[in-house]
Structures are given as structure tokens and as C-alpha cells.
């Protein structure tokens, strides 16, 4: 038990200097370069893309389901409303036993 708030307390820390850090060092930019600015745009779709790809490769029926559902919703609402609804959704057909 104690090694797994170690590595949770690690992990915030690990997590909170590397924000810091990327703060510390755009700060220093007087303008960021457009290149730097689409690349860093890009990062929270492609993390979602890390996140939902095995559990679409690996995952049943159900899980495809609330995937395509969800990336569809994304194409009206927002990233955050579209992933909030799939995670209810899959929660939802969780507990119905699907």
C-alpha cells in the first residue's frame, strides 16, 4: 500500500514539473513560432487518440459503439462535452450490464 501513494505522490510531481517546465520555457518566447503553436494544439487529440485506439482495437461491441457515438458528438460539440458523454454513456451501458 505504500508504494503504490509513493507512486502516486511521484507521479503528481512528475506531472506538475513537466507543466511548470513547459511554462518556464514559453515564457521565455516573446511571439511562439507557429510551428510550436499548431504542434502544441495538436497535443490533446492526439492524447485522446492514445487513450480511446487500443480500447477500440481490444474493447467489445459496446465500447466501439460509445467510441464511433463520441467521435461523432465531436464533430458538433466540443471535445470536452463529446468525451463527458461517451464516458456517461459507457457508464451507463455498464450498468445495465452491456
Do not use: K, N, Q
Not at 510551428?35 to 487529440?45: H, K, W
Amino acid at each position: 500500500m505504500t508504494e503504490i501513494w509513493f507512486l502516486a505522490i511521484l507521479a503528481a510531481i512528475l506531472t506538475y514539473g513537466t507543466r511548470v517546465a513547459g511554462h518556464l520555457v514559453l515564457s521565455r518566447f516573446e511571439h511562439v513560432p507557429p510551428r510550436v503553436e499548431a504542434a502544441l494544439d495538436a497535443v490533446p487529440p492526439a492524447m485522446l487518440i492514445t487513450i480511446v485506439t487500443p480500447v477500440f482495437v481490444d474493447g467489445g461491441w459496446t465500447e466501439r459503439l460509445v467510441i464511433v457515438a463520441a467521435g461523432l458528438l465531436s464533430l458538433r460539440l466540443s471535445v470536452l462535452a463529446s468525451v463527458t458523454a461517451g464516458c456517461v454513456a459507457m457508464a451507463t451501458l455498464r450498468h445495465v450490464g452491456l
